[in-house]
């Protein structure tokens, strides 16, 4: 549990929360409209994730 813990904390989970929290603060303030937070959320997950499918994929080499 532990482990699962420490990699969830780590630089890019930590950019990924704080600008998902910033974003959806903006969006409920009604800065940011709700198509630009859909197209900045969407970059932001997909970017997360993909990063990390690609470290299992270079771990599992």
């Known amino acids: 549990m ?3 813990l420490s990699k969830l ?3 890019k ?3 990924t929360i704080i600008l998902t929290g ?3 603060f903006l969006s409920v303030r009604g800065d940011v ?3 630009q937070f ?3 959320f969407t970059t932001i997950i997909a970017f997360y994730f993909g990063t990390q499918s ?3 994929k270079n ?3």
Do not use: P, Q, R
């Open 2 to 4: 532990n482990e699962k």
């Open 9 to 11: 904390i780590n630089v």
């Open 13 to 15: 989970s930590i950019v």
């Open 22 to 24: 910033i974003f959806a």
């Open 33 to 35: 409209t709700n198509e």
């Open 38 to 40: 859909l197209m900045i």
């Open 54 to 56: 690609e470290k299992k």
């Open 59 to 61: 771990e599992g080499e």
